[in-house]
Each structure stands twice: as C-alpha cells, then as structure tokens.
C-alpha cells in the first residue's frame, strides 16, 4: 500500500472514531484537517468562503464552513450549493457550474417561486437531470438525506450533516464507501456565481447501522433529581386533538412540572389538569393543577405542577416596554417543594425572521423584558431559585439567548442519542431541524443532574415496548420535541 493512500485510510478511520455533535459547538472539530482553504476573495457578496473541513462516521458525512459573514443559511440572500460527485467518477452525474460527475446537489435557501420578491428559504436537494440549462433539475426534500445543520441562528460558521445510505432517485449510493468530490458555490439573487470554494475531496470508510445500546432505560431519572420540568410547544389544539398521544407521552416522561407553549383560549385548565391526573397521577395527597396565562395573543403559555403552585403575578400580564398595548407571551409560577420556592418562567417569543428582522428585534424585546422581570425577582429574594423554559424561535439572531443568559444559566441538551441538539423538526416543511426550545437555570442553584430531547425514534424497541410508544409518537404529536431537565437542590 502506497503512503498517501495509507494516509488517506488512516484519516478516514480516525474521523470515523470521533463522531460530531450537531450542536452548533464545534469544539469536536479541532482535531479534522482542513479539506480547502478558499481566499477572501468575494468582499461584496453575501458570502465569502473560508475554510471547508470534512469528516464522517459509520452513519453522516458531516462539513464544518466558514461563510466569512454572520448569515441565516436558510434565508439567504442568494443561495449555497453543495455539489456532490459522491462516487468521484465523473462519467456519472452531469456537468453543473463546469464541475463534471455530480450527481446530488444540496441546496440552501433555493429560491421560493411563490415569494414576492423571489427570495429563498429552507433547504433542498436537486438530482440534476441534463447537461446545462442548469436549471433542469429534480427537486426533493433535504429531509430525505436526514440534512442537519447547527447553529439554527445566525453566525459565520456553520456544521452540516448528511446521512450515508440515503435512497435517492437515480443515485447509485450516495456516500457509500469509496471516494466522493465536492464544491461549494454561492449564487447571489441576481443568479450569478459570487463565490466558489475548489473541488476537494473524501475518503470513506463503509457504512454501518448504529450500534446496538441503550442497556438503561434512557427515560430515566438522573441520579439525585429532585424535580423533574418538560417544556414542550404542543402547536395549536394539539393537546385537545391528540389527547391520548400526549398523555402516552407524559406518562413515559413523568415529569413534577410541565411548561406548555402553544395552547389557545379553547384549552380549558380543568380538561388539561384531568389528563395529566389520569396519565401521570400525583401523590395521594396532590393532584395536577394548570394556569394558563393572559397575554401574548392568541397562542398562550400554561404551566402544570402536581406540587403546590400559585401564579406569579408581575408576569401575567408582562407589556412590552415600547408597546405598552401589547405583551409578552409570558407566564410565571411559584412552586414549592420540601419548603424550597421555585420561580418557574414559560416563554414563547416571537417566531420566524432572520437576524436584523423585526420579527429578531421583536424577540429581542422580549428577552429583555423576561430578563428584567426576572432579575426583579431574584432581587427579591423570595425565591430559592428560577427555571426558564419555551420556544425561544432562534432563526435570526442569537441576541435574544445571549438577553437572558445576563442572568441564567443554559442547560445544554442533546437527542437521545447524543448526536443533535435539534429541538425542532417537520418532513413536510422546506425548513431543516433545528434547535428552538431552551431551558435556563438560576446559579448556582437549582442544577441540572441530566437533561435530554426526546424524539422517539432513538429509543430501541425494549424501550418503546416498555413505554407503551412508538417510534413516530413525537413526531406525530408535534412539530417541536419535549426538552426534559432533572435537576437537584444544592
């Protein structure tokens, strides 16, 4: 065996033992080598490509880009295109942006035709069909190669991960074992090519299904939990509508307290404490209660306890500093435990936008009036501790995050099986999984002993069968998944 093909061999198992987490930290890639180092070299486009480095495991093929500006990779202005020569032969495929042999191109923020003005969004995949006009292509869903990225906000580096094994119409094996090529190239909105990385390329390793584990039952409470708190964004009428899903749901998680996003003037406390009594029934002498807020429109916060609770009131209703007509969607709770006292926050901010936006500035609104009220409370001193909990909708910037987090603590929690922190995600939707559901701590007390998303579909088949679920259930309940905190007294 020749030395730079051992190289290549040694590399390619060595990125194959280190998997990546999509969590837009990126402190797991210090160690892979860069793949292509492209010049600053665009400086009036949207983006300037910088450094592309390439790794892969048994299951994804992940790259980590610098796109030289903060951006929205889904809502560009413009679009990237991840070429894909993915046997490295270049008589298969076609020729695309004179790049020969492609054969799967992986699109961010393709161009909406039903926006006014054409604008792009999401995330896609095109299968091209024909030597150029480059426009023939075969469009599909990026859900289908198990496309994922992080962070969801805005920033300038970015991690992308696509699953090996992928079936795809026309494509033989898509990043099977062997070599693939790749290129990135950035289009601005006028259609013409601003920025392109050079061809490079990847060797690897042959796919494998996950390892069997799961030993413990990874619903479990962490060792020394004291409370258990679940947030959860249900989407509108999706406790009325799947009453017996979520209750399944609930009764697997078991949790003290529950901060739901997404109820609506037609849920009914009394109905919605019946349930959760019925799923997860409290000690002998407590039974489920749930208040559910006033304000923020529509769509209304609610909190669940089966321990002693009563609302808070400075945060139902809480205005909106400059639009005093208007509040946030917000509600408050204090709950006592053991003589402790708990300020629990259920927040819902602003959805949808792009960083600069007002929908972002809205959002950054209200993380600073949840902040204030917040530290108002700490001030106080009448509570031992604080929890903050919801969908925060961190599409634009992450200036809201950074608001809150003056004050709190960010609970890092990750999927199942460890490899996303996504939060969110819908097959039917352009729009990629991302992370938009937080949970934040007081310091130093109360700490979290172990937190957790749960999606379902990365419980093994002991588990489901133990729970009474199926592997669909989270999905099938909401578009969002439950983010599940255990956390202890100091």
Known sequence: MSVPLLFAVFASVAAAASPVVIDGRFEDWTTVPVAVDDPADAPDAAVDFGTVRVTHDHRFVHLLVELGRTVNVQQLDGSIEILLDVDADTATGRSVHDMPGVDVIVELSPRDPQSTPPAGRGAGIAIPVDDPPPGDRMRLS???IGFTYGPTYAGDLFEFRLRRGAVLPGVKSF????????RLIFIDRAGRIRDTTETFSHELTPVAPAPAGQPADPLARAPGTDLRVVTWNTGANGLRDRRALFG?????????????????????PAELAALLQQSIPAARRQRWSVIIGSGGGRLRCAI????TMKKYAPLDPLPLPDRPDRSVRVLGAEITQAGRRLLVVCAHLRCCGKAGSFEDRTRLVEADAIRRAVERAMSSRRFDGVVVGGDLNLVGSRWPLEVLSESLVVVEALQIDGRSNATWADARRPFMPGRLDFMLLSSPSPESRGAFVLDT????RRWLAHHGLGAGDTADASDHMPVVVDLAWE
């Open 142 to 144: 990026a859900h289908l």
């Open 175 to 182: 990043l099977g074992p062997g070599r693939f090529r790749a």
């Open 248 to 268: 399944r749901l609930l009764h697997a998680l078991a949790p003290d307290v529950i901060l739901f996003q997404e109820l609506t003037e037609a849920d009914d």
């Open 304 to 307: 669940a306890s089966r321990l």
């Open 457 to 460: 579909r990365d419980l093994g």
